[in-house]
Nanobody, 124 residues
Framework: QVELVESGGGSVQAGGSLRLSCAASGNAYMRKFIGWFRQAPGKEREGVAAIWPSGGRTFYADSAKGRFTISHDNSGNTVFLRMNSLRLEDAAMYYC?????????????????WGQGTQVTVSS
């Protein structure tokens, strides 16, 4: 019903920047929210940022505020996550996810479709 493809991951030095992309396709009603989540080895998956393009709303985890920016292109089908001032603790597999329910937040339960992930490595 919904396909999500992440890209843009890579290896950067601490303090550097990276922009991730999430290309979404399929039923638009089931992907009105797009969220970015990450999971590092040995840690639980956590929400990073989310966007509701038609609602004009964004949501950020505390760890992302002031450093990361979520946005979308003019078509509304591609969502970006610009990550600045990257830290070692930002290293993780980053996933984009889509939700179409009534609650806009960063809880995993509100996202029903997931991409395969893109790896972000941060070195010092």
């Amino acid at each position: 019903q919904v396909e999500l493809v992440e890209s843009g991951g890579g290896s950067v030095q601490a303090g550097g920047s990276l922009r991730l992309s999430c290309a979404a396709s399929g039923n638009a009603y089931m992907r009105k929210f797009i969220g970015w989540f990450r999971q590092a080895p040995g840690k639980e998956r956590e929400g990073v940022a989310a966007i509701w393009p038609s609602g004009g709303r964004t949501f950020y985890a505390d760890s992302a505020k002031g450093r990361f920016t979520i946005s979308h292109d003019n078509s509304g089908n591609t969502v970006f996550l610009r990550m600045n001032s990257l830290r070692l603790e930002d290293a993780a597999m980053y996933y984009c996810a889509a939700g179409g329910g009534d609650i806009f937040d960063l809880h995993i339960r509100n996202y029903n479709f997931w991409g395969q992930g893109t790896q972000v490595t941060v070195s010092s």
